[in-house]
């Protein structure tokens, strides 16, 4: 099994020429927190699963979508996410897992049938982006317990500045906000494992 803590997401500004034209594509990607680095592999106490994510249709797009306004939102024509937000928010939350979490056995949803300790859901509310400014997540996830009915569930509202006006600097913002969401996840585990 691949322990994702231990995978080196990198993100992606890359600039693509297509035929010597000026015309500049740039392709951003969420990355995991890596202000801590996991412990070396040990065997699993437990086994958590993260996924499927839920994510508004009006962001989960091959480009990124930027608020202008309260009312009217942006897309700039160079920008381009690397896959759909409904992957890498997952994976990334299963990654800081795994670091906030060293005794578990950390997984992205494949399947519905994975034999599994916890199962965590995402809801993503929000995914606002303004340059300049910052971004705000809104995600409410679930916990559940397989051994029993227990579930816990909450409502993370983060706010990340982004203070350089280019994408790259809320894309990074972005990532630090779903840290703060993993967080919240891994505290709800430890307080079941707990009952």
Not at 8 to 33: H, K, M, N, S
Not at 160 to 173: F, H, I, N, W
């Amino acid at each position: 099994m691949i322990r994702f803590a231990s995978i080196r997401f990198v993100l992606i500004a890359a600039t693509l020429l297509a035929g010597g034209c000026a015309d500049q594509e740039r392709y951003y990607t969420l990355t995991p927190d890596a202000a801590t680095e996991p412990p070396p592999d040990t065997k699993a106490e437990y086994s958590v699963v993260v996924g499927p994510a839920a994510v508004p249709e009006v962001v989960d797009r091959s480009q990124l979508v930027v608020r202008v306004s309260a009312n009217q939102v942006s897309v700039p024509a160079e920008s381009r996410k690397t896959e759909p937000l409904r992957t890498p928010i997952p994976r990334v939350v299963a990654a800081n897992l795994a670091t906030a979490l060293p005794e578990a056995r950390v997984l992205v949803y494949l399947r519905p049938a994975i034999d599994v300790d916890f199962r965590v859901v995402l809801d993503v509310q929000r995914f606002e982006s303004a340059p300049g400014q910052g971004v705000i997540e809104e995600v409410h996830w679930m916990v559940r317990r397989s051994a029993d009915p227990e579930t816990r569930t909450g409502r993370s509202l983060v706010r990340e500045a982004a203070p350089g006006a280019d994408l790259e600097s809320l894309a990074a913002a972005h990532s630090r906000a779903l840290a703060a969401v993993s967080r919240d996840i891994a505290d709800a585990i430890n307080s079941l494992r707990k009952r």
